[in-house]
């Protein structure tokens, strides 16, 4: 074999060991993908659709690790239960943290907090009061509440127990809606969280290399040195819908809804206002399914604007007003039934809506009275008052002739008028009208 032929195989052979080499360095260097998504609402459908949908994504992705930053008051059970079954059977491992100092997961989101694989708090974060309330407005007995609190605190024991979490404490989460601050949750034996961290970089930084077991007993060991974080964010349609289940804005969407229609039937024909009403009453009605709503409040508003149209047809001097106003007080105040702060009612939105009401209402109210006392426009009734002008003369013992809005009309007066004298009418009788002396 030539020396030539020799050198060239070398070659090849050197390269192909080159590129395996090099391959299996790029491979070992690759960066792991991680995905950071943020919740910061209410538990409820829309923002169930963007938690389990990003899970799915992190699958198909394979991503080392998810992890959701979660600030919540709590939410419905219906949708918390859906993430939780979606994180159990997902194949990429779900930490939840909250974050940041100040932020909270009470509720519903205490119960992502210990279905999560890795459970994660900020310093100056708190987590727990979850017992469960009605998400109707509808008071529950004493036997419903029971076993509502008893079918919560259940659950809550299973993944504490499958995420080998102190049982004991979850429980009374529920039972006695305990709450927890991040020393306390992370202090316990056994812990409620298993790490405590100040943000993001740093918490990537604490679990790499750290082994978890999943809900189904596999053990996974975390890989998140130097890792790709890529955020995923709500779409426009979730961030939309998500906006609109807050109290205030849907009391807005309520109101607006219900004066656009009002407007509407005040004027007949406008249009723009009933569009606008019509739909904003349709997204207020989304927004009052996810949240926990006081039905007669919702009457108490329905009716005030009702008796605020009713205005407009019986002449009430102002009754009806008073009690459109108080009715939409009233249900205002009792609107939202939730003793948590965040999904309550501000009056920063509450007075000046009802402020707005009761303007339109004077204002109308005076346009109305005002109108009463106008004589009236048409008929002969309408021209009393009215000056016209003698043809003949007129006397007490006999009649004559005026003329008012280009017709002649027969008239009697109980004075002496001579012709081409101007008159007032003062009264109309069949086609005689009685007038006297300017």
């Known amino acids: 074999m030539s020396p030539r032929v020799i050198t060239l195989a070398a070659l090849l052979v050197g390269s192909s060991a080159f590129a395996r080499l090099a391959s299996g360095q790029l491979q070992e260097s690759a960066s792991p993908l991680v995905y950071s998504a943020e919740v910061d609402s209410v538990i409820q459908p829309v923002s169930a659709e963007y938690m389990t949908a990003t899970m799915d994504r992190a699958d198909r992705d394979g991503a080392a690790l998810l992890v959701f930053t979660l600030r919540t008051p709590g939410g419905l059970v219906d ?58 407005g509808e008071a529950m007995d004493e036997t419903m509440s029971k076993k509502a609190a008893q079918d919560v605190a259940a659950y809550v024991r299973t993944l504490a127990e499958g995420r080998h979490r102190n ?42 290399g750290r082994s978890i077991t999943r809900f189904d007993g596999t053990a996974v060991t975390l890989r998140t040195a130097n890792a790709h974080v890529v955020p995923i964010e709500m779409t426009l349609r979730q961030r939309v819908l998500s906006a609109i289940a807050h109290p205030n804005i849907a009391y807005l969407l309520l109101s607006l809804g219900m004066l656009g229609l009002t407007i509407e039937l005040w004027t007949p024909g406008a249009v723009l206002p009933g569009v606008v009403g019509g739909v904003s009453l349709l997204l207020a009605f989304f927004a009052l399914q996810l949240l926990p709503v006081n039905y007669a409040g919702l009457l108490l508003i329905v ?6 149209a009713l205005e407009i047809k019986i002449p009430s001097y102002g009754l009806l007003t008073a009690g459109g106003l108080t009715s939409l007080v009233f249900g205002s105040m009792i609107l939202i039934d939730s003793s948590t702060p965040d999904l309550q009612l501000s009056l920063r939105f509450v007075v000046p809506v009802v402020v707005s009401f009761a303007g339109i209402a004077i204002l109308l109210v005076r346009l ?20 016209a002008e003698a043809i003949t003369s007129i006397a007490p013992d006999r009649a004559g002739s005026v003329a008012l809005r280009g017709e002649i009309w027969h008239a009697i007066a109980d004075e002496p008028i001579p012709e081409h004298a101007r008159v007032r009418v003062t009264g109309v009788e069949g086609l005689t009208l009685t007038v006297r002396h300017l």
């Open 79 to 136: 949708s918390t239960r859906a993430i939780v079954t979606h994180m159990l059977a997902a194949k990429t491992p779900v930490a939840v943290f909250v974050a940041p100092a100040g932020g909270r997961a009470a509720s519903a989101g205490f119960i992502l907090i210990l279905a999560s694989d890795v459970a994660v708090m900020a310093p100056g974060t708190h987590i727990g009061a979850a017992h469960p309330v009605a998400g109707g």
């Open 303 to 308: 009716l005030g604007l009702l008796l605020f």
């Open 368 to 387: 109305g009275l005002a109108a009463q006392r106008q004589p009236p426009a048409t008929g002969a009734t309408a021209m009393i008052g009215e000056v």
């Open 167 to 208: 049982i004991a404490l979850a429980e009374q989460a529920v039972n006695d809606s305990r709450a927890f601050t991040d020393h306390e949750a992370f202090t316990a034996s056994p812990r409620l969280v298993d790490v405590v961290a100040p943000d993001l970089t740093t918490l990537l930084r604490q679990l790499d």
